[in-house]
């Protein structure tokens, strides 16, 4: 059987058995298919929400599919709280950056608070997540000679949002989420050149269009998919093989850059 590398079989390069990995926001749409993906590829998962009631149920149903899951019910918000959960964190392989915060409101409404609220929600987290996770990130390097980083932007980020495509211009990603979300691209960047030489690898997933099911109007989500170069919206399961590409051995080489999701939208 022919090698690749140090990797003995291709399908090696995916895997993370052994390795834990801590998901921000997993019960929401595509934080739900980002725990999925990497509990299949052998992570111990650790999944976290404000809802412990919830939270526990949803890492009940994992462990019933025979993944290895436990629940960390915290504001992944709040400062305070990211630091004293991530102190008595030993090891971290993966840390996936997944939440955010925005008030759907049209330009007129936006309030400086908005924007503040949000970027504070998106950026500053970010950074206190890795800066609090960073000895435990440095035991898994320790341990495997890897870690990664994984901050969820959004194509939004990246282009404006196209207000002709929709029925009412409310309906449009807001005017403070965009911004929110470059900066935590710009974010990536630097937290990879910081981290660096201690190789840990910081990169960002970038989705593009995911609707939940029955949530968009059918004119709505038709005319978005036509935007696309394939046709069509993603689904939630199509965020998977990309995330586990940055999380896993895959991307050995691969930091500082931003993993666009989008079935072609922003590369026309």
């Not at 004293?84 to 939440?99: H, Q, S, T």
């Not at 330009?107 to 400086?112: G, I, K, Q, R, T």
């Not at 939630?236 to 050995?252: M, N, Q, R, V, W």
Request: proline letters at 5%.
């Amino acid at each position: 059987m022919l090698g690749f590398g140090r990797f003995p079989m291709a399908q090696h390069l995916f895997r993370l058995d052994g390795k834990t990995a801590f998901v921000s926001g997993s019960r929401g749409h595509l934080g739900a298919a980002i725990t999925r993906a990497l509990c299949e590829a052998g992570a111990h998962v650790i999944v976290n929400g404000r809802d412990a009631a919830a939270l526990d149920v949803f890492a009940g149903d994992l462990k019933s599919q025979g993944y290895s899951v436990e629940a960390a019910a915290f504001d992944a918000h709040d400062v305070e709280k990211i630091h004293a959960f991530f102190a008595g964190l030993k090891r971290l392989d993966v840390l996936v950056n997944n939440i955010g915060r925005m008030a759907g409101k049209s330009f007129d409404e936006l309030a400086p608070e908005d924007f503040a609220a949000t970027y504070a929600a998106t950026v500053t987290t970010a950074f206190e997540s890795v800066r609090a996770a960073l000895p435990a990130l440095k035991a898994a390097v320790t341990a495997s000679g890897d870690a990664s980083v994984i901050n969820v932007s959004s194509m939004y980020a990246q282009i404006s949002p196209d207000g002709r495509l929709y029925d009412r211009r409310e309906q449009q990603s807001p005017f403070h989420y965009g911004p929110a979300k470059a900066g935590l691209e710009q974010l990536t960047r630097h937290l990879a050149a910081e981290l660096g030489p201690s190789r840990i690898r910081v990169n960002a997933l970038v989705p593009g269009l995911f609707p939940q099911p029955g949530k968009m109007p059918p004119g709505l989500e038709g005319r978005l998919a036509e935007r696309t170069m394939l046709g069509r919206t993603g689904q939630a399961d199509e965020i998977g093989g990309p995330l586990l590409y940055l999380a896993s051995p895959a991307s050995s080489f691969v930091t500082g850059t931003s993993l666009n999701v989008d079935g072609g939208w922003t590369a026309w």
